[in-house]
């Protein structure tokens, strides 16, 4: 199975949901809403994906979630807009 398609082990899910945690409460319902969803099958590429979004600044990850803004530069990859997408609220 290659990299991108492996699941993280429990004990990298943890410290990916740590590492999560922000300080506007409208960005933790959205992350744990992904987590629920997804965080028992979390993939490589998930967390690289979710990676690249936690280090934005609060409001700027708000403003992708909101759908306010788009990935722009080197946050335009595959991995970043498949979290996003998943992240989202559905319409």
């Given at each position: 199975?290659?990299?991108?398609?492996?699941?993280?082990?429990?004990?990298?899910?943890?410290?990916?949901?740590?590492?999560?945690?922000?300080?506007?409460?409208?960005?933790d319902l959205f992350i744990e809403r992904f987590f629920a969803t997804y965080g028992s099958r979390l993939t490589h590429a998930q967390a690289r994906g979710l990676s690249v979004l936690m280090d934005l600044s609060d409001n700027d990850l708000l403003d992708l979630l909101l759908r306010r803004k788009e990935p722009?530069?080197?946050?335009?990859?595959?991995?970043?807009?498949n979290v996003l997408e998943q992240l989202r609220p559905r319409a």
């Open positions: 199975m290659a990299q991108e398609e492996s699941l993280l082990d429990e004990r990298d899910v943890s410290l990916l949901r740590w590492r999560s945690r922000r300080g506007l409460v409208e960005n722009e530069a080197e946050l335009d990859t595959e991995e970043v807009r």
